[in-house]
C-alpha cells in the first residue's frame, strides 16, 4: 500500500468528494462546468454554503474524508488571491473534521486575458493554430519554463496553505509544434532515433516534417516517434512536478485527471498509460462509465480499478450518465444521480475492485426542476433528502466493510494490457479489452490485469492469461509466454494475427507466437482451437459475422474502438475455453444465472475477502450461490450483506450460499496460520 496514502487515511475507506467546478474564475464563462449556475444572482450565497463550516461537518459526518477545492485556473497569484484564501480558510475547517484537503490546479490553461507568465510560448496544434481549451482559455506549451514556473509556485503556495498535496486536472499532453518543442524532438530523434537515418535515407534531422494528424500516419516511424516524444515530454514534466512537491512536503499527495478509459488513443494525447499510473499516488476516471446494466450490456468503471488496484494506483470514479450528460433537451439536466439505487451502486462498486468511493455529484446545486422552493437553489445536491439519506445509509455500511488498506488481487487469470498495441494498434486493442473484461465481469470470474512492462515479473501469478487482439509483440515477450506456456501456463489468444506485427506494426513472416498457438496465422482452425505446448496448453478463438454491437457509455471513443471484436458474438466458447484451460476448476463459480460480479483479494490481517456486487437498477434480493476452491483459508467465514447484519457462515460441498443478497455483499475467510 502507498505509504502516503496509508499515513493519510489508514486502512478507513477513502470518500471522496470534489469542489473545484464551484470556482468564481469560471464566471467569465457564464454557466460553469457540470451545469453549475455561476452566473446565477445568488451564486455567491450558494458558494458560502458550499465553503462553510457547516458544508465541512455535514460531509464528515456521513464519512467523506478527501475534497478537492478550487484553487488554481491559470490566472495570476494576484487574481487568485481570494480563491487561493477561501482554500486556505476551508482546508483549515476541513482538518478539523479530519478531511484530507487538495487544490485543484489546471493542466491545459493560462486565463491569458489576465495572466501570460514571464517565458511562456504559446502551444499550437498540428495544424499550426493556437492551442486552447476554449477561447478565453489559451494553453501555453507545458515544457516552456514559464509554464513549468507558474506551476511550480501555485504548488509551493498551496502547500503553504496547508495543502495535503496536489491533484491536477486534464494532465494529457496534447501534441504540440511550438518552435521549443520542434527544436526539443530533433534532439529526441538524435538521441534516440538515429537508426532513423539510414533506414529512411535522411543526413540528419534539422528539416525533419511532422505530420498534421497522428491518427493518419499510424505506420509512419516519424509520428510514431513523436508520439513516443510527446509521451517522454509529458512524463519528464510529472516527475519534474511531482519532485518539487515532494521536495517541499515530502508526503503529500500527488493527484490527477488524465482523462481515461474514454475510448479515445492515449498516445496520441500525451498519456504513457503505464507511467501515467506509476507516477500518481491517486488517479480519476473522470468518463461516462455509469454503474448500469443497459441495452444487455454492464457499464462501470472496474476497468480502471483493477488497474490502478495492479498498479499501485488507487483509482477514483467521477461517471457522468451518458444520457443526461448530453442531452441539450433542457438547461437544468445535470447527468447527477437521482435514485438511491444509483448513489448505491456508484459508491459500491469501487470497493469491491480495489477503488475509491467518489461522490462526483455532492457539491453541486439542486436543478431548478427538481427544488420545491427557492430556497432549495441555495443547498448542495446531496442535501436533497433521498441522496443525503442514500450516501448516510451507503457509506455506514462502506465504513462497515473489512476490506480496506493493504489488498493484493488473488484471481488467478490475467488479461494483458499491452502497451505497443495501446499505442500502435489502439482501437483493435481497446476494444477486446474492454470487451474481455466485461465478459469477465458480467461471468463472475474474477480477474487482474497484467501490463507487458510486468510481463516477466508477474506472469507466474496467473494459471491463465488472456491475450485480447495482442497483434504487436516483441520477440522477448514472446520468450516469456513460451516459458510460461511450457512450464505449464494456460494461454487464450482472442482474435487473429496476435504476434504477427512486431512492436512498431512491422508485419511478420508469421506470428511470433506460432509454436505456442500451433498453428500459422494463416491457417483457418475452428474456434477454439486448443494446443499442448510443454506442459501447458493455449486455445485460439477468432471471430466471425460483422463487428456491430457498440459499447455503451464510451465518453470519446474512436471509430473502431467502441465497436466490439466479432470473437465477442459468441461469448459462451469463450467462458468453455477458460474452464477447458484450467481443467474445469476455477477458484469462484457462481452457480446462480444473475450477472453478479465477482472479485477476491487478500487483504489486511492475513484474511481474503470474496466480493460480490450487482449492477442492477432494481436489485431485488435473490439467492446466489459460490463454489469456491481455496487453500488455506479456514472453513467458517463472516458474511457481511448490505443491509444485513454481519453473520457467520460455512460451506456445503464448497458452496456458499447467500441469502437475501441485494446490492453487495463481503464473504471474509481467516487464513490458516
Known amino acids: 500500500m502507498n505509504a502516503k496514502i496509508r499515513k493519510l487515511f489508514g486502512t478507513k475507506p477513502i470518500v471522496w468528494v470534489p469542489m473545484w467546478g464551484i470556482s468564481k474564475l469560471r464566471k467569465r464563462g457564464g454557466r460553469f462546468a457540470g451545469e453549475i449556475p455561476g452566473e446565477a444572482l445568488w451564486f455567491d450565497r450558494w458558494y458560502d454554503h458550499a465553503m462553510s463550516r457547516e458544508n465541512a461537518a455535514k460531509l464528515a459526518e456521513m464519512g467523506v474524508n478527501l475534497v478537492i477545492l478550487p484553487f488554481s485556473l491559470g490566472a495570476s497569484a494576484e487574481a487568485e488571491k481570494q480563491e487561493r484564501d477561501d482554500y486556505e480558510k476551508m482546508t483549515g475547517i476541513l482538518h478539523e473534521f479530519g478531511i484530507v484537503s487538495l487544490p485543484y490546479l489546471q493542466y491545459q490553461n493560462m486565463l491569458q486575458e489576465e495572466n501570460v507568465p514571464e517565458g511562456s510560448i504559446w502551444a499550437e496544434t498540428l495544424e499550426g493554430k493556437a492551442q486552447q481549451y476554449c477561447y478565453w482559455r489559451r494553453t501555453v506549451c507545458q515544457s516552456s519554463a514559464g509554464f513549468i514556473n507558474y506551476f511550480k509556485e501555485a504548488i509551493s503556495d498551496a502547500v503553504k496553505r496547508g495543502s495535503d498535496g496536489i491533484w491536477i486536472d486534464n494532465n494529457y499532453l496534447k501534441p504540440c509544434r511550438c518552435e521549443l518543442c520542434q527544436e526539443k524532438f530533433k534532439s529526441y530523434l538524435e538521441k534516440n532515433y538515429s537508426h532513423l537515418l539510414d533506414e529512411l535515407y535522411l543526413r540528419d534531422f534539422n528539416n525533419i516534417e511532422l505530420p498534421q494528424s497522428l491518427a493518419f500516419y499510424v505506420d509512419d516511424p516519424i509520428a510514431q516517434a513523436f508520439q513516443n516524444f510527446n509521451c517522454d515530454r509529458n512524463m519528464e514534466i510529472h516527475h519534474e512536478l511531482k519532485d518539487h512537491l515532494e521536495s517541499i512536503k515530502p508526503d503529500a499527495l500527488f493527484a490527477s485527471n488524465p482523462a481515461l478509459y474514454r475510448g479515445n488513443s492515449y498516445i496520441e494525447r500525451g498519456i504513457d498509460f503505464y507511467n501515467m499510473f506509476k507516477v500518481n499516488d491517486l488517479i480519476y476516471l473522470e468518463n461516462k462509465f455509469f454503474p448500469e446494466e443497459k441495452n444487455g450490456q454492464t457499464s462501470g468503471n472496474y476497468h480502471g480499478f483493477v488497474t490502478g488496484d495492479n498498479l499501485g494506483t488507487p483509482a477514483i470514479p467521477g461517471a457522468w450518465k451518458k444520457a443526461d450528460f448530453d442531452a441539450t433537451s433542457g438547461k437544468f439536466i445535470s447527468g447527477l444521480p437521482k435514485t438511491r439505487s444509483e448513489v448505491e451502486r456508484?459508491?459500491?462498486?469501487?470497493?469491491?475492485?480495489?477503488?475509491?468511493?467518489?461522490?462526483?455529484?455532492?457539491?453541486?446545486?439542486?436543478?431548478?426542476?427538481?427544488?420545491?422552493?427557492?430556497?432549495?437553489?441555495?443547498?448542495?445536491?446531496?442535501?436533497?433528502?433521498?441522496?443525503?439519506?442514500?450516501?448516510?445509509?451507503?457509506?455506514?455500511?462502506?465504513?462497515?466493510?473489512?476490506?480496506?488498506?493493504?489488498?493484493?488481487?488473488?484471481?488467478?487469470?490475467?488479461?494483458?494490457?499491452?502497451?505497443?498495441?495501446?499505442?500502435?494498434?489502439?482501437?483493435?486493442?481497446?476494444?477486446?479489452?474492454?470487451?474481455?473484461?466485461?465478459?469477465?465481469?458480467?461471468?463472475?470470474?474474477?480477474?487482474?490485469?497484467?501490463?507487458?512492462?510486468?510481463?516477466?515479473?508477474?506472469?507466474?501469478?496467473?494459471?491463465?492469461?488472456?491475450?485480447?487482439?495482442?497483434?504487436?509483440?516483441?520477440?522477448?515477450?514472446?520468450?516469456?509466454?513460451?516459458?510460461?506456456?511450457?512450464?505449464?501456463?494456460?494461454?487464450?489468444?482472442l482474435g487473429a494475427d496476435s504476434g504477427y506485427y512486431d512492436e512498431i506494426r512491422r508485419p511478420?513472416?508469421?506470428?511470433?507466437?506460432?509454436?505456442?498457438?500451433?498453428?500459422?496465422?494463416?491457417?483457418?482452425?475452428?474456434?477454439?482451437?486448443?494446443?499442448?505446448?510443454?506442459?501447458?496448453?493455449?486455445?485460439?478463438?477468432?471471430?466471425?459475422?460483422?463487428r456491430d454491437k457498440e459499447y455503451i457509455n464510451l465518453m470519446s471513443a474512436t471509430e473502431g474502438s467502441k465497436i466490439a471484436p466479432n470473437w465477442l458474438n459468441a461469448p459462451e466458447k469463450i467462458v468453455e475455453a477458460i474452464d477447458t484451460l484450467l481443467d474445469g476448476k476455477r477458484q469462484i463459480k457462481r452457480l446462480s444465472c444473475s450477472q453478479v460480479a465477482v472479485s477476491i483479494a487478500e487483504i489486511e490481517q492475513q484474511k481474503v475477502?470474496?466480493?460480490?456486487?450487482?449492477?442492477?437498477?432494481?436489485?431485488?434480493?435473490?439467492?446466489?450461490?459460490?463454489e469456491v476452491s481455496l487453500t488455506g483459508v479456514s472453513e467458517m467465514a463472516e458474511l457481511y450483506r448490505f443491509g444485513h447484519e454481519k453473520q457467520q457462515i460455512s460451506s456445503q460441498n464448497k458452496v456458499f450460499t447467500i441469502p437475501a443478497f441485494k446490492r453487495h455483499a463481503a464473504i471474509i475467510f481467516e487464513k490458516n496460520k
Open 346 to 493: 456508484v459508491l459500491l462498486e469501487a470497493p469491491v475492485f480495489g477503488g475509491i468511493s467518489g461522490a462526483f455529484w455532492a457539491i453541486r446545486n439542486i436543478p431548478k426542476q427538481q427544488c420545491q422552493s427557492s430556497a432549495d437553489q441555495l443547498k448542495m445536491y446531496y442535501e436533497q433528502p433521498v441522496i443525503h439519506q442514500a450516501m448516510r445509509d451507503t457509506l455506514s455500511y462502506v465504513k462497515s466493510l473489512p476490506v480496506f488498506g493493504e489488498r493484493f488481487n488473488l484471481a488467478e487469470i490475467a488479461v494483458l494490457y499491452h502497451q505497443d498495441c495501446l499505442s500502435f494498434d489502439f482501437d483493435n486493442h481497446h476494444a477486446a479489452l474492454h470487451g474481455t473484461e466485461e465478459l469477465l465481469m458480467t461471468s463472475g470470474i474474477p480477474y487482474n490485469i497484467l501490463h507487458s512492462f510486468d510481463l516477466e515479473e508477474q506472469i507466474d501469478h496467473f494459471r491463465l492469461v488472456i491475450l485480447p487482439e495482442t497483434r504487436l509483440m516483441r520477440d522477448s515477450e514472446a520468450a516469456i509466454l513460451k516459458k510460461y506456456v511450457n512450464g505449464g501456463g494456460k494461454v487464450l489468444i
Open 609 to 626: 475477502a470474496i466480493q460480490l456486487f450487482s449492477y442492477a437498477d432494481d436489485a431485488l434480493p435473490e439467492t446466489i450461490e459460490l
Open 508 to 546: 511478420r513472416f508469421d506470428s511470433v507466437i506460432m509454436g505456442i498457438i500451433g498453428a500459422s496465422s494463416f491457417e483457418q482452425k475452428e474456434s477454439p482451437f486448443y494446443n499442448t505446448c510443454g506442459q501447458g496448453k493455449s486455445a485460439l478463438i477468432t471471430g466471425s459475422g460483422c
